[in-house]
């Protein structure tokens, strides 16, 4: 077995999910963490933006106009959407291969994304290229792409809580599914802001995107590709006063004819060969899947409504982010998927 090293790079290194990857990535065996760069604090070292990795990592950071982008197989961008379609286009031709975590390639065309994100799109070409990057569900187009355009942290709990049943087709309405959604601060990004403010978050808890949130598309889009019919569906994030984690809660009305054994045969059958999706006997909560790569799902059927419900948990700056980004550098250079990625979840 090879155990060549790859040349990664990160771009975006002062925010929560650029530093998220370098703590995965300098225990991979086979990356070797070359380049990493920060616009506001070119010529620091990593460590002093992010004082535990103190020792560790003390990389003096780049600008991303010094990056030796020929030098590199696997490119990281950790930027705002908006901002990360000026790098994919700038280096897109480059031969590295790119993995962008922001929403900027997410969806099926620049029209969509401008409808959502109510901003316009300055690299429309770049949809011809990208692939979702859900390894349990694209895993095939991901190990041939060249831009991988990492999912959104709710949508990756939402989808994979809902892809089994809608997959097997035994939804009444696809339409009618609804995900409640709670998140972490640490999903709004690192800047400082009213909505993150500790006054504003401790002790508190809100809805907010009612209606319109920007991963309702993401979410929708992906299971209308797996049941190859539109999907409409209802989802309402909240704001929860924890640092990280996810917990979504999904609803679908089903038939009869559905048992708790059914329901758990088709989670487990849908997922059996998924290293990171653990069927849970008992509803997860956000602490046992802390730090790891884990999306724990338990799919509960309540017969007096006809309900399958399903209590997803994630770290949104891992399987929601930065750990699902190295899985899909794995199967981008045929490694193997969970490589660097099987640390066991913080808890307590
Ligand atoms: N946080 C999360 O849980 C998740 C985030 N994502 C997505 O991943 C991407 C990165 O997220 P996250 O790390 O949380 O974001 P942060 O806001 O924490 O960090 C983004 C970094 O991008 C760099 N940057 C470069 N240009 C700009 C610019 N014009 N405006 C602002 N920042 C700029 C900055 O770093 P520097 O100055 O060092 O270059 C900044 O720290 C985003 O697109 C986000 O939507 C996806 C899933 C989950
Ligand atoms: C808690 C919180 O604010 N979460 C962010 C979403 C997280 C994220 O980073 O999503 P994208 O990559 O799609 O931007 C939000 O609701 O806007």
Do not use: W
């Given at each position: 077995m090879s155990t060549k090293k790859y040349r990664v790079g990160i771009v975006g290194a002062s925010g929560y999910t650029g530093s998220e990857l370098a703590r995965i990535l300098i225990h991979h065996p086979q990356s070797d963490l070359v380049a990493i760069t920060s616009e506001?604090?070119?010529?620091?070292?990593f460590s002093d933006l992010h004082q535990q990795f103190s020792g560790i990592l003390d990389t003096t950071l780049i600008g991303s106009d010094e990056l030796d982008i020929q030098n590199l197989d696997v490119l990281f961008l950790a930027l705002p959407h908006g901002v990360s379609m000026e790098f994919v286009k700038r280096w897109m031709n480059s031969g590295v291969k790119l993995i962008d975590l922001s929403g900027d390639f997410r969806l099926s065309s620049p029209t969509v994304y401008e409808e959502w994100y109510k901003k316009d799109h300055t690299f429309p070409e770049g949809f011809e290229t990208a692939v979702y990057g859900m390894p349990e569900l694209h895993a095939e187009a991901i190990r041939k792409a060249r831009l991988v355009a990492n999912p959104g942290c709710y949508p990756t709990a939402s989808i994979l809580s809902l892809a089994p049943v809608f997959h097997s087709g035994?939804?009444?309405?696809?339409?009618g599914a609804i995900v409640d959604a709670k998140s972490g601060t640490t999903g709004a990004g690192v800047k400082a802001s009213n909505t993150t403010h500790f006054s504003n978050v401790n002790d508190n808890f809100k809805a907010y995107?009612?209606?319109?949130?920007?991963?309702t598309v993401e979410i929708q889009e992906q299971l209308s590709f797996l049941v190859k019919k539109s999907v409409n569906l209802q989802f309402t994030p909240h704001l929860l006063p924890v640092d990280r984690g996810i917990l979504a809660t999904s609803y679908i009305q089903l038939t009869g004819g559905m048992t708790q054994q059914k329901l758990n045969a088709l989670y487990r059958d849908f997922y059996?060969?998924?290293?990171?999706?653990r069927i849970r006997k008992e509803a997860p909560a956000i602490k046992e899947v802390r730090g790891s790569n884990f999306a724990d799902l338990f799919p509960f059927w309540d017969s007096r409504t006809n309900r399958a419900i399903i209590v997803a948990a994630i770290d949104n700056l891992v399987k929601g982010a930065a750990g699902q980004a190295v899985h899909n550098m794995n199967l981008m250079l045929g490694l193997d998927e969970s490589m660097g990625l099987l640390q066991v979840p913080l808890q307590p």
């Open positions: 506001s604090h070119r010529g620091k070292r035994v939804a009444v309405d696809p339409n995107g009612i209606g319109n949130h920007r991963h059996h060969d998924q290293p990171f999706v």
